[in-house]
Every structure is written in structure tokens, then in C-alpha cells.
């Protein structure tokens, strides 16, 4: 069953939100510093004043490495088909000259 994903408090200074088996998107205040730090997909950033900008950086990092992944599974689509003889559609692909 589907589940909305939503940020939901882990403590006094830690947010995240679970994103099944992709991960998870995480965010915590520094005390020593003052500020915001975000852990997104193995991508860690700091220095952010707000909660809610650690949270919406959290989120742009994890939509761009998403979108970065798709687009290399997309290619790896295509390289294997031409590699393997068989066109996009997993058919045999047409031989040159006929």
C-alpha cells in the first residue's frame, strides 16, 4: 500500500522523511553553529538558517539525483538493446542492408 510521504520529527533537532526503499531525506539543527544540515541519498550539505530551507534543498538534492539516475538508466537501456541485437522493444534488431 502507498503511503504520502511527509516529514515527520525525530527529535528536539532532527527531521526526516522516509522514501521506502530509495532511502531517506534527513535534516538537523547544529547547535554549535547555529544552522541547518541536510543528508540527502549520501549527499551531505550545511549551513541553512531555516528548517525549511534545509528541507526544500533536501528535497531539490534528492529530485536532481533521482532525475541524474533516470537519465543513466535510460542510457544504459539504450546500450544494452544495441549491444544485445534487439532494437528498443526488446525485437530483434533489422539487419543492415536488408
Not at 25 to 54: D, K
Not at 74 to 91: F, I, K, M
Request: proline share 4%; net charge positive.
Amino acid at each position: 500500500m502507498h503511503h504520502a510521504a511527509s516529514w515527520y520529527r525525530t527529535s528536539a533537532r532532527h527531521l526526516t522523511v522516509d522514501l521506502g526503499r530509495v532511502g531517506a531525506l534527513m535534516v538537523w539543527y547544529e547547535p554549535s553553529t547555529g544552522t541547518w544540515s541536510v543528508l540527502v541519498l549520501g549527499t551531505q550539505q550545511t549551513g541553512f538558517m531555516t528548517a525549511a530551507a534545509a528541507q526544500a534543498a533536501a528535497i531539490r538534492i534528492a529530485r536532481a539525483q533521482l532525475e541524474e539516475a533516470l537519465g543513466k538508466l535510460a542510457e544504459l537501456a539504450v546500450t544494452d538493446a544495441t549491444q544485445s541485437g534487439l532494437d528498443r522493444t526488446c525485437n530483434p534488431a533489422p539487419t543492415p542492408g536488408r
